[in-house]
């Protein structure tokens, strides 16, 4: 079945550095990908959408110079969160569409735990 | 905009017990309904899903029916395991090629032997 990657699964830094999330759909292209970000006891929320070749569409409230996303190939997106703060410690999920099964089921990532101190 | 309301838990039953958690969207259009699970230490799966109104989606002895006219998918299964421990989330793709998704705030589901 389609399976997504994300690297690393956890990461601890500093405040003021930067971070870099990798999601990776290992067994098929996908030209769409989506990053979340789940807060503790609550929903996902969408954060961006990442198509491959071209930037990123954000979400309202979402700032597109801290949140830096790249989807430079078919089967990689990355989420760079750029002079990190504790109040962006959260758990990133990052989902895939594999477009030979439907545009309508995403596949999604185990989650990067950021934690900023 | 689109909405999801989820039945906020925890929820816990003994194992064999009938399970329904509940779900109630809003959208316009023609949405199509998802129930996603989270298994401890891993990501969330696809567990079923519907496309248009009456549709049931099932899987795994887990079912749930696309209600148009009481705006709810509510996710059933009449005798749960153990393994079925998990957080469950309802969620609404907005159909008409946009892939979106909006997710309810899910539910913790506990089975006790």
């Known amino acids: 079945g389609a399976v997504v990657s994300q690297h690393p699964s956890r990461v601890i830094c500093k405040s003021g550095t930067s971070v870099k999330i990798e999601c990776r759909s290992l067994d098929f292209q996908a030209t769409t990908m989506f990053w979340y970000r789940q807060f503790p006891k609550k929903s996902l929320m969408l954060m961006a959408t990442s198509n491959e070749g071209s930037k990123a569409t954000y979400e309202q409230g979402v700032e597109k110079d801290k949140f830096l996303i790249n989807h430079a190939s078919l089967t990689l997106s990355t989420l760079t969160v750029t002079s990190a703060h504790p109040e962006d410690s959260s758990f990133y999920i990052c989902s895939a569409i594999e477009p030979a099964l439907g545009s309508d089921t995403q596949y999604f990532g185990p989650g990067t735990r950021l934690t900023v101190l | 905009g689109n909405s999801v309301t989820q039945m906020e838990g925890p929820v816990t039953l003994s194992e064999e017990a009938f399970l329904t958690i509940n779900c109630t969207y809003t959208a316009t259009g023609y949405p199509s309904l998802f129930w996603y699970v989270q298994y401890p230490g891993e990501g969330l799966q696809l567990l079923l899903k519907?496309?248009?109104?009456?549709d049931k989606g099932s899987n795994k002895g887990f079912e749930a029916t696309y209600r148009k006219e009481t705006t709810s998918f509510h996710l059933e299964k009449g005798s749960v395991q153990v393994s079925d421990s998990a957080v469950y989330f309802c969620?609404?793709?907005?159909?008409?090629?946009?892939?979106?998704?909006?997710f309810g705030t899910g539910t913790r589901l506990t089975i006790i032997p």
């Open positions: 519907a496309t248009k109104a009456d």
């Open positions: 969620a609404l793709g907005a159909g008409l090629g946009n892939e979106k998704l909006t």
